[in-house]
């Protein structure tokens, strides 16, 4: 199991930015698949974007794709988003998660693939 702790939520004005961080620890992760996601009030829980924690590939959401970056570090086992130019829509309890390579296929992006979750950070983008 891995262990996924999120940082980093906050309230932001449109048009800025913010960082989220997620900190793994746990059984070894190095060629999962490490995800974000996020949950709108009364809405489903939604893909964001994932990177490959070996190589770096990422894939992302088309709502936050050219805005949003994702990225990790090896050396801190933490993983970041970066987020610019934010309006209202991204507004949500932004979530970390874990899958395991086996049974997998690029890109994942359906919650089930996920076994590993973060407890989730709150991000408040004030128009």
């Known amino acids: 199991q891995v262990q996924l702790v999120e940082s980093g939520g906050g309230l932001v004005q449109a048009g800025g930015s913010l960082r989220l961080s997620c900190a793994a620890s746990?059984?070894?992760?190095?060629?999962?698949?490490m995800g974000w996601f996020r949950q709108a009030p009364g809405k489903e829980r939604e893909f964001v974007a994932v990177?490959?924690?070996?190589?770096?590939?990422?894939n992302y959401a088309a709502s936050v794709k050219g805005r949003f970056t994702i990225s990790r570090d090896n050396f801190k086992n933490t993983m970041y988003l970066q987020m610019n130019s934010l309006n209202a829509e991204d507004t949500a309890v932004y979530y970390c998660?874990?899958?395991?390579?086996?049974?997998?296929?690029?890109?994942?992006?359906?919650?089930?693939?996920?076994?590993?979750w973060g407890q989730g950070t709150q991000v408040t983008v004030s128009s």
């Open positions: 746990g059984r070894s992760f190095s060629n999962y698949y």
């Open positions: 998660a874990a899958a395991p390579p086996y049974g997998v296929t690029w890109p994942p992006r359906r919650l089930h693939e996920y076994g590993s």
């Open positions: 990177i490959t924690w070996s190589t770096g590939r990422t």
